[in-house]
């Protein structure tokens, strides 16, 4: 089945850039709609950013405008540029299908954004 590592989560400050990075097996990953979701400790989680397979963008209202959500299904790979991070950011990061929960999370990765 699908397997999802993430990676390029980290400690930056306020304003400041990350680009994350999902490794993803499986040739169903270039048919998919895929998806960048957070989650807060004691907050459900939640999808940030999809893109669909002909790559069609969603981003919700409190990333859009600064998340960038791109795909490489030569590579199997999923990407989300942050920029202008904000500390309401700090979260785990994750991957997946979507909707989610019809495979399984990876361990995901973390982002905390300090000040």
């Known amino acids: 089945q699908v397997q999802f590592v993430e990676s390029g989560g980290g400690l930056v400050q306020a304003g400041g850039s990350l680009r994350l990075s999902c490794a993803a097996s499986?040739?169903?990953?270039?048919?998919?709609?895929m998806g960048w979701y957070r989650q807060a400790p004691g907050k459900q989680r939640e999808r940030i950013a999809s893109i669909t397979r002909i790559g069609n963008t969603y981003y919700a209202d409190s990333v859009k405008g600064r998340f960038t959500i791109s795909r490489d299904n030569a590579k199997n790979i999923l990407y989300l540029q942050m920029n202008s991070l904000k500390p309401e950011d700090t979260a785990r990061y994750y991957c997946?299908?979507?909707?989610?929960?019809?495979?399984?999370w990876g361990q995901g990765t973390q982002v905390t954004v300090s000040s």
């Open positions: 499986g040739r169903s990953f270039g048919i998919n709609t």
């Open positions: 997946n299908k979507v909707p989610g929960g019809y495979e399984e």
